[in-house]
C-alpha cells in the first residue's frame, strides 16, 4: 500500500482516562500539523475527523445490555443488542422508543429511505417488518438463526412492499393485493448469508463463498464475486458491502477491498446471460482485517481490526481499532489519515465484533462495538465551514452552522446566511436569494429593508416582493408603496395581485389610491387598474366609489359588496344599473331589502324603463298579490305590453284592478 501521508493518532475517549489528556492533546496537535502540507498540496481535501462518544441514553444501555448493531438515518439511529432490544435514539444519543424483540442477539435492522418503516433479525430466527408510525407489519419465526435483513429502499411506497432475509437460504418477501405475503427462494446452498445491501433494482448477498448480485426486476443473478481469502471464517470475519451509487458496489472482506460496477450487456452478447455483468474496476490489499467502509467524497473511511504482538509474551492482542481515509485507484489505495479509536473493551473485541455505519450526506461515522458508539465527524466545524465557504458552497456551510451554532466560534449564522444572499444575487439567482431572506433575516427588520433597497439598486424588486414579511413582522409603509409603484409603472396584473393579496393597513392608502389614479387618468378604461382601485376604495372604507366601479365594470363582487357593508343607501340612484347588469339577482336583492329600499323608490327609478318595472312588479306579485297592489292598474298594460301570456292569471288572481280598465 502506497501511503499519500500517514498520521497515526490515538483517541483516547474512556470516561476513566481523563489523566491522558494532555498526552493525547499533544499528539492531536502534530495531527493538525502533519496535516497541514496536505492540505495546501490538495485543496480539494476536506479536513480530517474528529471524535466523540454516543453517550446520553446510549450510555445507560451499554452498562446493561451490549451492542450487536446499528442502522443510522438522517434523523435517528436504531440500535440492536444482545439480550434482543431496539432502540430508537435521535442522533445526539437520547433514546425515543425501545421494541422488546427477542431474547437473544439482534443481528441487522434494516430502515427504508424514509425512516418509517424497520426490519429486524434476531439469532433465534424472528423476524418483524413492522412501520414505525403505523401498525401494518409482519412476524415470521424460522427454525433457524436469521443473520440479516434488509427491507425496500422505497418500502413506504405501495408497489415496493418488500423484503429480503438471509440466513442459509435468501428469501424475498412480496405483499400480494390482497394484503398477503408470498416468498421466493432466491438463493441456497452456499451457507450462511451474513451481509445484505439494496441499493435501488439491486440486492448484493454474501455467503460463505462469495458476493451476488440480484437484479430484483428481471430476478436475474448477475454475478458472483468468490472471497479471496478463503481461509478466514465468514462468521468470524465478515464481509462489509455499500453501494457508492445505485451502479457501483464496494466489497471489503478480510485483508481484500473490490469495486464492482455493474455493466449493461450488448445484445449481440447477450444469449442465454442476463442483459447484465458486473466488472470489477479496482482492487486493492490491506494492512489489516476489515470490519466496515463506508464513502467520503471519492474516498473510503475504514474500519480496521488490529492485532499487536505483546513484548513480554510474545502473543497476539486484540489492539485499538483503526479508522482510515483511504483513497483509492485502481490496483492499489493511498492513505490519507490513520487514527487509533480507543473504545471499551477493545481488547476482548473480534472483528466480527465490530461495525461502521454512516449517515449519507452528513460526513457522519459511527464506529459500534459492544460496549461502545463513537462518532467521528468533522476535526472542527469552524474549518468545515471555511472550506465549505471557500468553495462557495453557501448552503452546507449554512446548515453546518445552524446545527452547531453553540459550538463554533469563529462564524456567526448570520453572517454566512448574507454571504449567501449575496453569492445568490452575483449570480442573478435572485428568486433563491429573495427567498432564502424569510429563513436568513427573519424579523430582523433593519436588514430586511438593507435587502429591498439593494434589489431595488439591481432593478429586482419583483423578486422579493413576494417573500417580505407581512404578519408580525412589519416593515415601514414606504418599502411597500416603493414596491407596489415598481409593479404599477410595469406588471398591471402583479399589482392587482398585490393588493388583492397584502393587507390595506401594510401601506399608505391614499398615496397608493393617487399613484393609481395618474396611472388610470392615461388608461381610464383599464379593468385591472379599475378594479384594484376599486379593493382599494373597499379597505378605505369609501364603498359607494368601490360600488360605482364595479357597476362600471359589472363585477360579480358588486352584489357581495351591497349586502357585506349594508349599502342599500347607496344603491338607490344605481338601480337601473344593476338590474342591467343581473336583472334576476338585483330584483331578489330589492325585493329581500324592502325595508331599506320601498316599492315606490323603485318605482320611481324605473319609470323610464317600463320593462324593467313590470319584471320588478310581476316577481312582488308572485310573492304577495297585496304589496303592490297600488301598481296594478299599471300592471294591466306592464303585461299587456311585455308578458301577454301572464295578463289573463293576473286578472284572475288580482282583487284591485279596477273592472272598466
Keep these: 500500500m502506497s501511503r499519500l501521508c500517514h498520521v497515526t493518532g490515538v483517541f483516547l475517549v474512556m470516561a476513566d482516562m481523563q489523566g491522558l489528556a494532555g498526552s493525547a492533546d499533544q499528539e492531536t496537535m502534530s495531527h493538525e500539523e502533519s496535516t497541514e502540507e496536505s492540505e495546501e498540496d490538495d485543496s480539494e481535501e476536506e479536513p480530517k475527523l474528529k471524535y466523540e462518544r454516543l453517550s446520553n441514553g446510549v450510555s445507560d444501555i451499554l452498562q446493561e445490555d451490549a451492542a450487536s448493531c446499528m442502522t443510522v438515518h438522517e434523523k435517528f439511529l436504531a440500535l440492536g443488542t444482545h439480550n434482543g432490544k431496539v432502540y430508537l435514539l435521535d442522533i445526539q444519543g437520547n433514546m425515543t422508543q425501545r421494541f422488546d424483540i427477542s431474547t437473544v442477539k439482534i443481528n441487522q435492522i434494516s430502515l427504508d429511505e424514509s425512516g418509517e418503516h424497520v426490519g429486524v433479525c434476531a439469532e433465534d430466527g424472528k423476524v418483524q417488518v413492522f412501520g414505525l408510525y403505523s401498525r401494518e407489519g409482519l412476524h415470521e419465526i424460522f427454525d433457524c438463526p436469521i443473520k440479516i435483513v434488509a427491507v425496500h429502499p422505497q418500502f413506504g411506497r405501495s408497489a415496493c412492499k418488500q423484503f429480503v432475509t438471509g440466513g442459509k437460504k435468501l428469501i424475498l418477501y412480496e405483499r400480494t393485493w390482497l394484503n398477503r405475503w408470498k416468498t421466493a427462494i432466491l438463493h441456497e446452498g452456499e451457507g450462511t448469508i451474513t451481509n445484505i445491501k439494496w441499493r ?271 404578519g408580525d413582522l412589519r416593515l415601514r409603509p414606504v418599502i411597500y408603496e416603493m414596491i407596489l409603484d415598481e409593479f404599477l409603472r410595469s406588471d398591471y396584473e402583479g399589482f392587482s395581485t398585490l393588493i388583492r393579496e397584502w393587507p390595506g393597513d401594510l401601506y399608505n392608502n391614499k398615496t397608493i389610491v393617487m399613484a393609481l389614479k395618474a396611472h388610470l387618468s392615461r388608461d381610464p378604461s383599464n379593468r385591472t387598474l379599475l378594479k384594484a382601485l376599486a379593493e382599494l376604495h373597499t379597505y378605505d372604507q369609501c364603498y359607494s366609489q368601490a360600488l360605482e366601479i364595479y357597476l362600471t365594470l359589472k363585477h360579480k363582487e358588486v352584489f357581495n359588496l351591497i349586502h357585506k357593508h349594508n349599502l342599500f343607501s347607496s344603491i338607490k340612484d344605481k338601480i337601473v344599473l344593476l338590474m342591467d347588469f343581473d336583472t334576476e339577482k338585483a330584483v331578489d336583492m330589492l325585493l329581500d331589502n324592502e325595508d331599506k329600499i320601498s316599492i315606490d323608490k323603485v318605482i320611481e327609478e324605473l319609470k323610464d324603463r317600463p320593462e324593467l318595472q313590470h319584471v320588478y312588479l310581476h316577481k312582488l306579485f308572485k310573492r304577495d298579490h297585496h304589496k303592490g297592489q297600488k301598481y296594478h292598474e299599471k300592471q294591466i298594460s306592464l303585461y299587456a305590453e311585455y308578458d301577454r301570456p301572464n295578463l289573463l292569471p293576473f286578472l284572475r288572481d288580482s282583487t284591485h284592478c279596477p273592472l272598466e280598465k
Excluded at 460463505?208 to 430484483?216: S, T
Design 200 to 470: 435501488g433494482n439491486f440486492i448484493a448477498w454474501s455467503n460463505n463463498m462469495g458476493v451476488k448480485i440480484l437484479d430484483v426486476i428481471t430476478r436475474q443473478r448477475i454475478t458472483n464475486v468468490p472471497r479471496d481469502d478463503k481461509s478466514l471464517r465468514p462468521d468470524m470475519y465478515p464481509c462489509s458491502l455499500f453501494w457508492k451509487d445505485n451502479l457501483t458496489l464496494v466489497i471489503g472482506w478480510g485483508k481484500s477491498v473490490k469495486i464492482c460496477s455493474v455493466k449493461e450487456r450488448h445484445a449481440g452478447e447477450m444469449r442465454d446471460l442476463p442483459n447484465r455483468y458486473v466488472e470489477i474496476v479496482s482492487q486493492f490489499d490491506t494492512e489489516f482485517f476489515i470490519s466496515g467502509i463506508a464513502p467520503l467524497c471519492d474516498q473510503f473511511v475504514m474500519l480496521f481490526f488490529v492485532k499487536e504482538t505483546s513484548d513480554n509474551a510474545n502473543k497476539e492482542l486484540c489492539a485499538r481499532p483503526r479508522l482510515d481515509i483511504i483513497q483509492p485507484q485502481t490496483d492499489s489505495c493511498e492513505e490519507v489519515s490513520s487514527d487509533a479509536i480507543t473504545v471499551r473493551g477493545f481488547q476482548e473485541n473480534e472483528c466480527r465484533d465490530y461495525r461502521l455505519e454512516y449517515s449519507e450526506g452528513e460526513s457522519l461515522f459511527y464506529i459500534i462495538s459492544p460496549r461502545d458508539v463513537v462518532v467521528a465527524k468533522e476535526r472542527d466545524q469552524d474549518d468545515h465551514i471555511d472550506w465549505l465557504l471557500g468553495r462557495k458552497k453557501y448552503e452546507e456551510a449554512l446548515m453546518a452552522a445552524e446545527i452547531s451554532q453553540k459550538n463554533i466560534k469563529r462564524h456567526e449564522v448570520l453572517d454566512i446566511g448574507l454571504a449567501y444572499i449575496t453569492h445568490l444575487v452575483e449570480k442573478g439567482d435572485y428568486d433563491t436569494a429573495a427567498r432564502k431572506c424569510q429563513k436568513i433575516l427573519g424579523k430582523n427588520m433593519k436588514l430586511w429593508e438593507e435587502e429591498v433597497y439593494r434589489f431595488k439598486k439591481i432593478g429586482q424588486l419583483k423578486a422579493i416582493s413576494k417573500y417580505l414579511p407581512r
